[in-house]
Nanobody, 120 residues
């Protein structure tokens, strides 16, 4: 019922930048938190950044000062601006959106993932 489409991944050299986008669509009544997670081969999925509907943000220590999360509520879209990328940022990045479909139906949906590869 909720579909997420991610874009913006790719191959970049160390020190470069990328901007990820994630658009949510479907029978959405309201959206609460929107976040980005990442998963590298052999490693558990980890939180990168999250933003609430009030605009509060939280970042993994490893990306603080380099990554910035933002959202456009009118477009049901969340962004992740990634600067000063490092090879250790290489991973599949997944969007997660939590909200309400109706007065009493909560949801938590995941995107299909977008690959970010940072070469040294």
């Amino acid at each position: 019922q909720v579909h997420l489409v991610e874009s913006g991944g790719g191959l970049v050299q160390a020190g470069g930048s990328l901007r990820l986008s994630c658009v949510a669509s479907g029978s959405i009544f309201s959206i609460n938190a929107m976040g980005w997670y990442r998963q590298a081969p052999g490693i558990e999925r980890e939180l990168v950044a999250v933003i609430t509907n009030g605009g509060s943000t939280n970042y993994a220590d490893s990306v603080k000062g380099r990554f910035s999360i933002s959202r456009d509520n009118a477009k049901n879209t969340v962004y992740l601006q990634m600067n000063s990328l490092k090879p250790e940022d290489t991973a599949a990045y997944y969007c997660n959106v939590e909200g309400v479909l109706g007065p009493a139906t909560r949801f938590s949906s995941w995107g299909q993932g977008t690959q970010v590869t940072v070469s040294s």
